[in-house]
């Protein structure tokens, strides 16, 4: 049994997915929820508490392996920086636990959830659902770290059958 954790980083609300994934490849939900961090004082303190409070998620679920999406370029520089930011404050939480991250484009979650890298964001709550069995409707930063998780997931498992490292498989 592997346990995955899936970040779908924001500079406001940072989703976060755990699943566990047997060897035939049997997908469990454990955990999902959305740190919400736009509250804070300044910016510094928003980054600090995702470091914080992934920290304590790490803590509490255990996992063995981290997908997290990578950063897209926006229209708005400012935006896409802090998003950056907040990033870096969760995979430094990921690292600083010894833990292995993998990054995923939003295009290569959503081919590995949905079937098509065009899927909206409808589409990808309610496949991730549908995948992990979930009966309630999910909020969508959860949704999107679970899918993260599920795209780990199955890319790990393709990448052990061909028996490559990621490195290679990726197209730069």
């Known amino acids: 049994m592997t346990r995955i954790l899936g970040i779908d980083p924001g500079s ?6 755990i699943i566990d994934v047997d060897a ?11 740190l919400a961090v736009a509250g804070e004082a300044s910016f510094p303190l928003r980054l600090k508490r995702i470091f914080d409070e992934l920290n304590d998620i790490i803590a509490a679920h255990r996992p063995d392996e981290c997908g997290i999406e990578r950063v897209f370029m926006a229209r708005n520089a400012d935006s896409a920086l802090k998003l950056g930011q907040a990033r870096g404050a969760a995979i430094c939480a990921v690292v600083s636990r010894g833990i292995a991250v993998h990054e995923y484009a939003a295009t290569e979650v959503k081919q590995a959830v949905v079937g098509t890298g065009r899927g909206d964001k409808a589409q990808v709550q309610h496949m991730v659902g549908i995948l992990l ?21 199955h890319t790990r498992a393709s990448l052990q059958r061909v028996g490559i490292p ?6 730069r």
């Not at 035939?24 to 959305?34: D, N, P, W």
């Not at 069995?133 to 997931?153: M, S």
């Not at 990621?166 to 197209?171: L, M």
């Open 12 to 17: 406001q609300r940072t989703g976060v997915g």
């Open 24 to 34: 035939a490849g049997k997908l469990t939900h454990v955990f999902h929820g959305a």
């Open 133 to 153: 069995g979930l009966k309630t409707p999910l909020q969508a930063d959860a949704a999107d770290a679970l899918a993260i998780a599920v795209a780990h997931a």
């Open 166 to 171: 990621r490195t290679a498989w990726r197209r």
